[in-house]
């Protein structure tokens, strides 16, 4: 039987919850004997809905995940395949297929809590060595699990990310244009994503009647002083908020382009996501980003603001590259398909079976 650890209906949505919800919709219409298993504290309930998910335990989070879930697995579904789409995994029980989106937890420790990165550094060691199989969204994650979890290579799996159905047909312009002419960062907002770096790179910029609209978490742009300072009451800058999927078609298709300067990504959704959306992207030329987004961005050095900025007055003012770089993207996000992601993992849980 193949379960699916559905701990990610109880958060709110970022990257690694995004491709949660993406891939086990997927896995439901091809392989509709999945179960999924969550706490009780489910925020998610459209998703869980569709999912068909099945509230169990009385805890929730680590001890739900750690305790909860294998417990339960060992006395109702003895021998299941446990697939855990959300970085992490029960130790305590072996038949996992773990995803694991990127090293940044072990890599760059700095960027989390203490006990945050306490877990993992504990946690993902153990995960590597017992799981049957892991699988990572891109080959530059692939050589870091293998060099920093210390497995061999035949025990990792590499399954891009997808692109939501929404974002190839949804027209996403039903809504008017609030911004003006604008430039668009889209992130959870964290400091690898260096929204630091965009605000700094923008306000350097000489261009008449240019905005910038960062879509994420106004609650937690302004708890991080140093991005508060940073806009301070320039009125060129919109934070958006939160933007579910028509609305955050609606910026990409308006966008004079997509500035996504990352210092580190295991995948990275929101090019592939612009590209569908005929919005030329700027993107990092570090980690995975370059095995991602190929020939079809611009790219820039994220640890210098002058050329983040250079890189947004070149393509502002070249329509020639502008142009290119809308068809290039065009033709990339063909490569990206929830389907065949996830198909790819139900062929990896199907030889696990096998053997």
Same mark, same amino acid.
């Given at each position: 039987?193949?379960?699916?650890?559905?701990?990610?209906?109880?958060?709110?949505?970022?990257?690694?919850?995004?491709?949660?919800?993406?891939?086990?919709?997927?896995?439901?219409?091809?392989?509709?004997?999945?179960?999924?298993?969550?706490?009780?504290?489910?925020?998610?309930?459209? *998703?869980? &809905? +569709?999912?068909?998910?099945?509230?169990?335990?009385?805890? @929730?989070?680590?001890?739900? /995940?750690? %305790? #909860? !879930?294998?417990?339960?697995?060992?006395?109702?579904?003895?021998?299941?395949?446990?697939?855990?789409?959300?970085?992490?995994?029960?130790?305590?029980?072996?038949?996992?297929?773990?995803?694991?989106?990127?090293?940044?937890?072990?890599?760059?420790?700095?960027?989390?809590?203490?006990?945050?990165?306490?877990?993992?550094?504990?946690?993902?060691? *153990?995960? &590597? +060595?017992?799981?049957?199989?892991?699988?990572?969204?891109? @080959?530059?994650?692939?050589? /870091?699990? %293998? #060099? !920093?979890?210390?497995?061999?290579?035949?025990?990792?799996?590499?399954?891009?990310?997808?692109?939501?159905?929404?974002?190839?047909?949804?027209?996403?312009?039903?809504?008017?244009?609030?911004?003006?002419?604008?430039?668009?960062?889209?992130?959870?907002?964290?400091?690898?994503?260096?929204?630091?770096?965009?605000?700094?790179?923008?306000?350097?910029?000489?261009?008449?009647?240019?905005?910038?609209?960062?879509?994420?978490?106004?609650?937690?742009?302004?708890?991080?002083?140093? !991005?508060?300072?940073?806009?301070?009451?320039?009125?060129?800058?919109?934070?958006?908020?939160?933007?579910?999927?028509?609305?955050?078609?609606?910026?990409?298709?308006?966008?004079?382009?997509?500035?996504?300067?990352?210092?580190?990504?295991?995948?990275?959704?929101?090019?592939?996501?612009?590209?569908?959306?005929?919005?030329?992207?700027?993107?990092?030329?570090?980690?995975?980003?370059?095995?991602?987004?190929?020939?079809?961005?611009?790219?820039?050095?994220?640890?210098?603001?002058?050329?983040?900025?250079?890189?947004?007055?070149?393509?502002?003012?070249?329509?020639?590259?502008?142009?290119?770089?809308?068809?290039?993207?065009?033709?990339?996000?063909?490569?990206?398909?929830?389907?065949?992601?996830?198909?790819?993992?139900?062929?990896?849980?199907?030889?696990?079976?096998?053997?």
């Amino acid at each position: 039987m193949l379960i699916v650890n559905a701990r990610f209906l109880t958060q709110k949505i970022t990257g690694v919850q995004r491709y949660s919800i993406e891939m086990s919709l997927k896995l439901k219409e091809l392989h509709p004997g999945i179960r999924f298993l969550a706490p009780r504290n489910i925020i998610q309930h459209e *998703i869980a &809905g +569709k999912l068909g998910a099945e509230r169990i335990g009385f805890f @929730e989070g680590y001890f739900w /995940e750690q %305790i #909860e !879930l294998p417990l339960f697995l060992k006395r109702h579904a003895p021998g299941s395949i446990l697939i855990n789409p959300g970085n992490m995994a029960p130790v305590f029980y072996r038949r996992n297929i773990a995803v694991i989106h990127d090293m940044a937890p072990l890599r760059h420790p700095e960027w989390y809590s203490r006990k945050f990165s306490i877990a993992y550094r504990v946690l993902w060691p *153990i995960i &590597g +060595k017992r799981a049957l199989k892991i699988v990572s969204d891109s @080959e530059h994650s692939k050589k /870091e699990i %293998i #060099e !920093l979890l210390k497995v061999e290579e035949r025990m990792v799996e590499v399954i891009p990310c997808g692109i939501s159905e929404e974002f190839s047909i949804n027209p996403g312009t039903n809504r008017p244009n609030e911004f003006g002419d604008y430039i668009l960062a889209v992130s959870s907002i964290d400091p690898r994503k260096n929204f630091a770096g965009i605000i700094g790179a923008f306000k350097s910029l000489k261009i008449d009647n240019l905005n910038l609209v960062i879509a994420g978490s106004k609650e937690k742009i302004f708890a991080e002083q140093r !991005l508060k300072d940073l806009a301070g009451d320039d009125k060129r800058i919109f934070f958006s908020g939160f933007m579910d999927t028509d609305e955050l078609a609606n910026l990409y298709s308006r966008a004079r382009m997509l500035v996504y300067p990352s210092f580190y990504e295991g995948f990275g959704l929101p090019p592939i996501e612009a590209m569908a959306r005929k919005c030329p992207c700027i993107v990092s030329g570090v980690s995975s980003l370059p095995e991602v987004c190929g020939p079809a961005a611009l790219y820039c050095d994220p640890y210098n603001q002058k050329d983040i900025a250079d890189k947004i007055e070149t393509l502002f003012f070249n329509d020639q590259l502008r142009q290119t770089l809308i068809e290039r993207g065009l033709e990339r996000v063909r490569l990206y398909s929830w389907e065949k992601s996830a198909g790819a993992l139900l062929r990896v849980a199907e030889e696990i079976i096998k053997r």
